[in-house]
């Protein structure tokens, strides 16, 4: 096992270096970059990013200058009119001085070191910056893969047990139903209902918690908190536990079929003894194995738009901001330090699945 181990995390270091690379060279082609974003704040087309530009723009090596004082031929769309020299410094600022094959080099070998620098439009690192938003996506993350599973496990044996009958198929279209329904028109559908909308105001729009927060007791906290929570949560879990409630329903029938279930009966064991002693361990094998992936996925799946309806300052919206704001090192970032503990959470379930079913022997197949 520990040569398997060994393979899978050397492995990680190319497919690691392929998402790094593709993305890198994607972003050489998006229009509007962060020297686009300052440019536009200096000559009035700023939006909502641009409107945080004013910290960085203003230092740009020390001196003071007028950025109209001369003409340009600048590559860089809006630029005219703009003194040649100022582009350079904010090229300088953001790194765009270095030859892209330089660029990409430094960010990887930075990387390597977990060195992800600095924001470019807030004055915070990016390591920091990301800490910071972890708590509200762990929080959706754990609440959502908890009710999920607690739904999907008991729901799947239900159907596994009760195949064919009306239980089975009204709970499958109520299952596809939800699934079908994207997670952020329930939500709306939810805050016209619920939260000041068109007919009852009993949960807030947004935030994770009430301003008052500190002031209240340890009870009215937690209160506060689930309270905030109920209308993400709904929206989110409505199609989360669909696909799990599926596999477990597939996998327990799978296992019922077999000839160990047949002579388990045949011996006179009890069907609770039969499923639970039996058929449990081997039928939650795949379900519990994916339940690390399932975590990680939970802080993605549906979060970013989730985020922005109900205001939850957390890593989708961050992510979203960060593309639409070209702060690329917030970009990059999240997506090397994603892609990284997706690859080891993938190595983690297969071990999980060692772990389950000692039968499963990784090391005497290729990788």
């Known amino acids: 096992m520990g ?9 990680m270091i190319p497919t690691l270096f392929g998402i790094m690379a593709i993305s890198f060279a994607v972003i050489q082609f998006a229009p509007g970059g962060p020297v686009e974003q300052v440019i536009a704040k200096l000559t009035g087309q700023g939006g909502d990013a641009s409107d945080r530009l004013s910290g960085s723009s203003g230092d740009l090596g020390g001196n003071s200058f007028d950025p109209a004082g001369g003409e340009s031929s600048s590559k860089y769309r809006g630029a005219q009119g703009l003194d040649p020299e100022f582009i350079a410094k904010l090229e300088k600022q953001f790194g765009f001085d270095k030859p892209p094959l330089e660029r990409f080099g430094l960010m990887l070998w ?3 070191r977990f060195d992800f620098g600095e924001s470019y439009f807030r004055d915070i690192s990016v390591l920091e910056l990301i800490l910071e938003k972890m708590p509200v996506s762990i929080s959706l993350g754990i609440w959502i893969t908890l009710l999920s599973y607690l739904i999907s496990i008991p729901l799947g044996i239900r159907k596994a047990i009760k195949d064919g009958s009306t ?13 079908a329904i994207p997670a952020f028109l329930f939500a709306i559908l939810l805050m016209v209902l619920f939260a000041g909308g068109s007919f009852f105001d009993w949960f807030p729009l947004r935030g994770l918690t ?18 905030h929570m109920a209308l993400p949560l709904a929206a989110l879990v409505l199609s989360a536990f ?16 077999k000839q160990y279930v047949v002579t388990a009966r045949a011996k006179g064991l009890s069907q609770r003894q039969v499923l639970y002693g039996h058929v449990f361990r081997n039928a939650m094998l795949i379900v519990i194995a994916g339940f690390p992936g399932a975590f990680i ?8 738009l989730i985020e922005n309806i ?12 960060s593309v639409l704001d070209r702060d690329y090192p917030v970009v990059f970032a999240n997506l090397y330090i994603f892609s990284l503990l997706g690859l080891f959470v993938g190595l983690i379930s297969d071990l999980i699945y060692t772990w389950i079913d000692p039968r499963i022997d990784f090391e005497r197949r290729d990788v």
Do not use: Q
Request: glycine content about 10%; aromatic content about 16%; hydrophobic content about 45%.
């Open 310 to 321: 109900f205001s939850l300052d957390g890593l989708g919206l961050l992510g979203f901001r």
């Open 242 to 257: 669909a696909t799990t409630t599926l596999l477990t329903k597939n996998s327990f029938l799978d296992e019922i079929r």
């Open 3 to 11: 040569a398997y181990i060994l393979r899978r995390i050397l492995l």
């Open 210 to 227: 009430s301003e008052n927060f500190d002031e209240l007791s340890l009870g009215g906290k937690v209160l506060d908190y689930l309270w």
């Open 297 to 304: 996925s939970a802080f993605f799946t549906g979060s970013l």
């Open 167 to 179: 239980f089975d198929i009204w709970t499958s279209g109520v299952v596809i139903i939800g699934y």
């Open 110 to 112: 930075n990387y390597a």
